[in-house]
């Protein structure tokens, strides 16, 4: 059986699809702290990362980050059998540009919160009210770094 089921062309405009700002995850978890009160900007070109939520008063960004793109340790991130050299390095440099803008981040003050994927859907998903409270229970807090991400243990459940 081949590794990939279409063709190099299709795969492209696959992947040429995928958004990288106003994704379904994201646009859950800017729903639900609005629903909650706060107000915040998105998407701020002069912050490092263009963070997907600015919360300015409260010196905090979210970022909402999808578990493929960023490398994460979880059953939805699959290393891809095709181009393997080129997903490797990909990858690697997406990671390595996260850790960059999070320290420039931190370095100018800013708290700095991430919402994974596997948070919000798969096997190790969590109630959506627990990752909606948790952003806002860190969002009223003096606490520097969040990280929500999926529950391991509901994956034997």
């Not at 629903?35 to 010196?59: A, E, I, N, Q, Y």
């Not at 490797?88 to 440099?93: E, F, L, M």
């Not at 909606?132 to 606490?143: G, N, T, V």
Request: proline share 4%; with cysteine; aromatic share 10%.
């Amino acid at each position: 059986m081949p590794a990939d089921t279409v063709t190099p062309a299709t795969r492209s405009r696959m992947m040429a699809a995928v958004k990288g700002k106003n994704t379904k995850p994201e646009l859950i978890v800017r729903s639900a702290l609005h629903r909650r009160g706060f107000r915040f900007r998105m998407h701020r070109k002069d912050l490092p990362g263009k963070p997907d939520l600015v919360f300015t008063g409260r010196s905090a960004v979210i970022f909402v980050h999808g578990c493929f793109w960023h490398g994460h340790d979880c059953h939805l991130f699959r290393w891809p059998k095709s181009r393997e050299d080129f997903w490797r390095d990909k990858i690697a440099k997406n990671i390595e540009r996260d850790r960059r803008q999070y320290h420039t981040l931190a370095e100018t003050g800013w708290r700095i919160g991430v919402v994974w994927e596997c948070a919000l859907k798969g096997k190790t998903r969590l109630p959506f009210d627990s990752v909606a409270d948790q952003c806002a229970m860190w969002l009223k807090s003096d606490i520097k770094i969040l990280e929500v991400r999926g529950d391991e243990a509901r994956a034997t459940v």
